[in-house]
């Protein structure tokens, strides 16, 4: 079983810019978050996250957490809308679609899953942006993982941390 946090952020901690995630990222980023995304089992987000960026389509099940009885992403035919906490979320992911899942929300739900000891793995893309929304402690993420190892490509900082 492997729970993963993809994210990817500024070089200032900024998780969005102009209220998306699309205005930190990089083509880089981009390429590889594809190329592991259509290895998860599912996708696990939360409401804001899916009514901000493009998950209309998915190549696998999408978990939208929301409070909201409205389903964000009605016009995806693999999304899932549940009103539960992200633990019970994640733990119902893993039983109805498989053990791998990413987890690609925000802030908010990624440190509750961190913090309860949830999350395995950490898939992080630091670009050349600054500026932005919605910023995170970079260094206080990663100090939750032991393994770290790191790339660079065009510019854009990958780092890859474990337990």
Same mark, same amino acid.
């Given at each position: 079983m492997t729970v993963t946090v993809t994210l990817?952020?500024?070089? $200032?901690?900024?998780?969005?810019?102009?209220?998306?995630?699309?205005?930190?990222?990089? !083509? !880089? $980023?981009?390429?590889?978050?594809?190329?592991?995304?259509? !290895? !998860?089992d599912c996708i696990l987000i939360g409401g804001n996250t899916a009514r901000t960026e493009p998950y209309q389509r998915t190549p696998v099940p999408v978990v939208v957490i929301s409070r909201s009885l409205i389903n964000p992403l009605v016009n995806n035919r693999l999304a899932h809308c549940w009103n539960l906490t992200p633990v019970k979320a994640l733990d119902r992911a893993i039983k109805t679609f498989g053990p791998n899942v990413h987890v690609e929300a925000g802030a908010?739900?990624? $440190?509750e899953l961190i913090v309860a000891g949830r999350v395995d793995a950490l898939e992080l893309s630091i670009t050349q942006v600054i500026d932005g929304e919605d910023k995170i402690d970079i260094a206080k993420l990663l100090s939750y993982f032991s393994q770290q190892s790191e790339t660079t490509i065009d510019?854009?900082?990958?780092?890859?941390?474990?337990?």
């Open positions: 990817v952020t500024g070089s $200032d901690g900024s998780t969005a810019k102009g209220g998306s995630s699309a205005g930190v990222s990089s !083509a !880089a $980023d981009r390429t590889s978050f594809l190329a592991r995304r259509r !290895a !998860a908010s739900i990624i $440190d510019g854009t900082r990958f780092i890859s941390a474990r337990k």
